[in-house]
């Protein structure tokens, strides 16, 4: 049973538009996100992340939106870059301070020129 | 800063040998590292847990015995497949936390495991 869920498993935009990626939970214990990039043969680096306290979090080109009451976090990246294409995951935190992360699955962003 | 290496990168075995990765925090000492496990189009599955010089906490499904993980040092982790099958071949990515930032682990580049 996946308890976060990213049901885009692609996306494309082009160079300078808005990327807006898409993050679902169902465990209403999380109450940390954070989302990470991959880029091929590498490991995920961290981004940017959200405290269930807050709706929004804003990091340069990086704006993370939280849901709670749906149950859902976004990612919006703009303006998209090239460079930007990558997978991106969303992970939720559980546990205090034995925590763990969880992963959805990814969404990979192609920034075309 | 906040580098954390795996060594080696990819590793071809036959069934039957143990191998060993190696997951070493390069400029910090980490407090806590992770094991996961990828497969392709998955998400990163967590194998365990291990903080330095106690035992590493595993997860529901995934066996102690076959997946040896030693955190020796503050900088260094060592997760071993023994006995390795074909159905152990995976990418497998080591994290690490330094205790600082909230909930923020720094990820090795993984290590392509291959078990034919």
């Known amino acids: 049973d996946q308890q976060v869920k990213q049901n885009s498993p692609s996306l494309s935009v082009q160079e300078g538009r808005i990327s807006i990626l898409n993050c679902d939970y169902t465990n209403s214990m999380f109450d940390y996100f954070l989302w990470y990039k991959k880029y091929p043969a590498e490991g995920p680096t961290f981004l940017i992340s959200?405290?269930?306290?807050?709706d929004k979090n804003e990091d340069g080109r990086f704006t993370v939106f939280l849901n709670k009451s749906a149950k859902h976090l976004s990612l919006h990246i703009v303006p998209s870059q090239p460079g930007d294409s990558a997978v991106y995951f969303c992970?939720?935190?559980?546990?205090?301070?034995?925590?763990?992360?969880?992963f959805g699955k990814g969404t990979l962003l192609t920034v075309n020129p | 800063g906040a580098v954390v290496s795996q060594h080696p990168s990819r590793v071809i075995c036959k069934s039957g040998t143990s191998v060993k990765i190696e997951c070493r925090s390069l400029d910090f000492q980490a407090t806590t590292m992770f094991w996961y496990r990828q497969f392709p189009k998955q998400s990163l599955m967590l194998m365990a847990t291990s903080n330095e010089g106690s035992k590493a906490t595993y997860e529901q499904g995934v066996e102690k015995d076959k997946f040896l993980i030693n955190h020796a040092s503050l900088t260094l982790s060592t997760l071993t497949v023994t006995s390795a099958h074909p159905e152990d071949s995976s990418f497998y990515i080591c994290?690490?936390?330094?205790?600082?930032?909230?909930?923020?682990?720094?990820f090795g580049p993984g290590t392509r495991l291959t078990v034919t």
């Open positions: 959200i405290s269930s306290i807050k």
């Open positions: 992970a939720a935190v559980s546990g205090g301070s034995n925590y763990k992360l969880t």
């Open positions: 994290s690490a936390d330094s205790g600082v930032n909230s909930y923020e682990q720094y």
